[in-house]
């Protein structure tokens, strides 16, 4: 089982990015998948999750309304859509798979190697 997480780079404020995570190993329709991010001194939190079979999605308070997270079962890639990104938004993206919908880390058991989102003028 392998999550395979890129698109990470440096933007200014206001910018957008697409974050994929590229799965092997499994079957993407059978696993809840979910980005989470961890800034330098804090600690890591669920930023979007979207479900195994119908699409349902969450969003953290602070992403609702500038990230979508959506699937393509085909291409077993789950994206990560960020516009208007803030500052804030700084920290390295982990993509996860969980067998039941969640939005806590602690629900995931298997976890990619992170790519960097750098927000900054």
């Known amino acids: 089982v392998q999550l395979q997480a890129s698109g990470g780079g440096s933007v200014q404020p206001g910018g957008f990015l697409r974050l994929s995570c590229a799965i092997s190993g499994f079957s993407l329709d059978a696993y809840v998948i979910g980005w989470f991010r961890q800034a330098p001194g804090k600690e890591r939190e669920g930023v979007a999750c979207?479900?195994?079979?119908?699409?349902?999605?969450y969003y953290a308070d602070t992403v609702k309304g500038r990230f979508t997270i959506s699937r393509d079962n085909f291409e077993n890639t789950v994206y990560l859509h960020m516009n208007n990104l803030k500052p804030e938004d700084t920290a390295v993206y982990y993509c996860?798979?969980?067998?039941?919908?969640?939005?806590?880390?602690?629900?995931?058991?298997?976890w990619g190697q992170g790519t960097l989102v750098t927000v900054s003028s």
């Open positions: 996860a798979a969980a067998r039941r919908y969640s939005s806590v880390s602690s629900s995931y058991d298997y």
């Open positions: 979207i479900s195994a079979n119908d699409d349902s999605t």
